[in-house]
């Protein structure tokens, strides 16, 4: 058994008394990302048949994190999922996890600023 085996995991981001660190923005590329922005997916291969399905698909960041390992993830919900809401709650199934090698920023929308 290991220290993990008596921790609780709970969906607001912590594990027993530890939080997982979320960070304001992240830099990817010449681009400063920060939750509500919009990426482009792009994992990387050799992951499982969601990385198939989720390729080249738009998504906006609900959130970035970083673990206990110091690896940094986008969080995110796929624009044209209708359960996108149920990934904006933080529940299971309808958010995914990316690294920043797997994520390309999109352009902001006419009329918005960067």
């Given at each position: 058994?290991n220290?993990?085996?008596?921790?609780?995991?709970?969906?607001?981001g912590?594990?027993?008394?530890?939080?997982?660190?979320?960070?304001?923005?992240?830099?990817?590329?010449?681009?400063?990302?920060?939750?509500g922005?919009?990426?482009r997916?792009w994992?990387?291969?050799?992951?499982?048949i969601?990385?198939?399905?989720?390729?080249?698909?738009?998504?906006?960041?609900?959130?970035?994190q970083?673990?206990?390992?110091?690896?940094?993830?986008?969080?995110?919900t796929?624009?044209?999922?209708?359960?996108?809401?149920?990934?904006?709650?933080?529940l299971?199934?309808h958010?995914?996890?990316?690294s920043?090698?797997?994520?390309?920023?999109?352009?902001?929308?006419?009329g918005?600023t960067?």
């Open positions: 058994m220290e993990w085996d008596e921790q609780v995991w709970n969906p607001d912590t594990v027993g008394e530890e939080a997982i660190r979320q960070l304001e923005r992240v830099r990817v590329g010449a681009t400063d990302l920060k939750p922005d919009r990426v997916l994992p990387r291969g050799g992951g499982d969601l990385d198939l399905a989720l390729k080249g698909r738009d998504a906006t960041v609900e959130s970035i970083q673990d206990y390992e110091d690896r940094i993830y986008v969080a995110v796929v624009d044209d999922d209708p359960g996108a809401y149920l990934g904006k709650l933080r299971p199934g958010r995914f996890f990316f920043l090698d797997e994520v390309v920023p999109l352009d902001p929308p006419a918005e960067p």
